[in-house]
């Protein structure tokens, strides 16, 4: 799978779509750390670039489209979907602790910022595929669901 475009795969749930921009994302993260392991800095800068943006997109579907949506059929306002918004918070940190160690150049604090993102990053991925994806499709008619998962193929 080329990790550097947007799943091109047409896929029917918000579950499929974005457990598989989960995996996109991965395969972004693997290929800065093995730029920053190879001190190959602007290749680096360029692979973190696009982690960047891909993450923030991520957080976009999710915060402007799925958790309002989970939010508005489920009624549960101040929960899972709270949380999850403080962990991108969390992720955006680390995201900028990441690229203050390889503008400097530094392997060490480009790994303290990896570490930070992984510590939040994993569990953050799981609850999603896990827990609010598949209840967020539940909540929705089938063929909802699908123009759901269209939309964010789409942005």
């Keep these: 799978m ?11 749930s918000v579950t499929a779509y974005l457990s598989l921009d989960h995996q996109r994302l991965d395969a972004l ?21 696009l982690l960047a943006r891909g993450l923030e997109r991520h957080i976009r579907l999710d ?9 508005a059929r489920s009624g549960i306002v101040d929960g899972p979907t709270a949380v999850m918004r403080d962990e ?3 992720m ?3 995201l900028s602790m990441m690229r203050a160690g ?10 303290e910022g990896l ?3 992984n510590s939040v990053r994993s569990d953050h991925d799981a609850k999603e595929e896990r827990i609010l ?3 967020t499709d539940r909540l929705l008619a089938p063929r909802d669901r699908a123009r759901v998962a269209a939309r964010l193929q789409r942005e």
């Design 2 to 12: 080329d990790t550097r475009a947007a799943p091109q795969t047409t896929l029917d």
């Design 29 to 49: 993260l693997h290929e800065a750390e093995l730029r920053v392991a190879d001190a190959r800095w602007a290749d680096a800068a360029e692979s973190h670039a």
């Design 63 to 71: 915060e402007e489209i799925v958790f309002p949506l989970f939010e």
């Design 88 to 90: 991108h918070r969390c």
């Design 92 to 94: 955006r940190r680390a």
């Design 102 to 111: 390889i503008d400097a150049e530094d392997a060490d604090g480009f790994a």
């Design 115 to 117: 570490s930070f993102l």
């Design 133 to 135: 994806y598949p209840m």
